[in-house]
């Protein structure tokens, strides 16, 4: 087992998300669309793919991102929402609170 984040990491949990890292792509945007001028290049980038990919979910954080996606009928998805849906779904094991993670 690896030791991070001031615990122990299962190994069930390291091989899952060795999998889902493999199966991930990085897709060049071409011609991306300019939502707001607030937002950053990789959060246009971001949204523009998942409109053209007519994702569910887009991760992000940013509010001006999460306005514009919600505005383009795409549903943004937080941090803490994404750690909630791995503990849900048991993908991810339960902290204890006050666990602090350190990227």
């Given amino acids: ?12 949990e390291t091989e899952y998300l060795a ?3 493999r199966a991930c792509t990085v897709d060049a945007v071409r011609q991306p669309r300019r939502f707001a001028l607030a937002m950053s290049r990789a959060d246009n980038d ?3 793919l998942a409109l053209r990919r007519k994702a569910d979910l887009l991760l ?7 306005l ?3 505005t383009e009928g795409v549903r943004p998805l937080g941090t803490l929402g994404l750690l909630l849906r791995a503990v849900r779904r ?3 094991s339960r902290l204890k609170p006050g666990t602090v993670l350190i990227a």
């Avoid at 992000?60 to 999460?66: F, L, S, V």
Wanted: charge should be positive; proline fraction near 3%; hydrophobic fraction near 40%.
């Fill in 1 to 12: 087992m690896r030791s991070c984040c001031c615990r122990t990491v299962d190994p069930a």
């Fill in 19 to 21: 999998r889902l890292l």
């Fill in 46 to 48: 971001a949204l523009t």
């Fill in 60 to 66: 992000c954080d940013d509010r001006i991102t999460r």
């Fill in 68 to 70: 514009a996606a919600e």
């Fill in 90 to 92: 048991s993908v991810m």
